[in-house]
């Protein structure tokens, strides 16, 4: 039965999570970011914001849901795990990117589900909390945007790079990632999908942007094309 307030248990859930990992799993230079965004998370439930229902489109990276929702979570991922398998048929789920050079490696094995935001069941113009999933051997390549952004690794074990220069690093169920605004980071899968909750805050509505040689700043800025509606 549809229930649009399990997306808000997600956003507590999501708050709990991040504020009970700054001491032990993020860096210092990130601790305020993940400060703000759980500060941000916890306001959700005391504003009137409004539902919004845009068309459905295929998705072909959710072949990868029964294995992202069949696991059985560490306690201490319980909550923020069940969670997110309830919201899963709440958030609005798109391939987010149109087809082009940079996405089509990756674009068949991904899944974005936006619950809060600008094309969210639940609008929201500066925040965005939603789920996804990257499909198994697959790279979402480097990247970066003006929004600040946080996954947190519900199943799997990717591989990380953040930062355009440091070597890509495993992370299990649990694992949160920050990225601040404009900073580079890419996501590689081995044998198993990624299922994630993410969040972005800040500048949400400026575009992500690429170089081919990411390191190499005299580049000029390339953008993926953005999928409308």
């Known amino acids: 039965m549809y229930n649009i307030s399990k997306l808000y ?101 991904f899944a974005n589900g936006e619950g809060f935001g600008p094309d969210g069941r639940i609008y929201h113009n500066s925040i965005i909390l939603g789920l996804f999933i990257l499909g198994p051997n697959c790279v979402y390549p480097p990247h970066a945007h003006p929004g600040e952004e946080f996954y947190i690794v519900l199943t799997g074990h990717p591989e990380w790079q953040i930062g355009a220069s440091n070597q890509y690093k495993e992370k299990t169920p649990g694992s949160v990632l920050i990225h601040r605004s404009n900073e580079c980071h890419s996501i590689r899968t081995i044998e198993e999908p990624l299922f994630a909750v993410f969040g972005w805050r800040g500048n949400i509505s400026a575009p992500s942007w690429y170089r081919k040689d990411m390191t190499d700043e005299s580049e000029k800025k390339l953008y993926p094309k953005i999928r409308k509606g």
Do not use: C
């Open 9 to 109: 248990d997600l956003a507590s859930e999501t708050a709990i999570f991040l504020k009970s990992q700054i001491s032990s799993q993020i860096p210092d230079t990130h601790k305020q970011l993940a400060l703000n965004f759980s500060a941000d998370l916890e306001t959700l439930n005391s504003k009137s914001l409004k539902e919004q229902w845009r068309p459905e489109s295929v998705v072909r990276g959710l072949r990868f849901s029964p294995q992202s929702l069949g696991n059985q979570p560490t306690p201490e991922l319980r909550n923020l795990y069940e969670a997110a398998r309830i919201a899963f048929g709440l958030v609005r789920w798109t391939e987010f990117y149109e087809d082009d050079e940079w996405s089509r490696s990756f674009l068949p094995n």
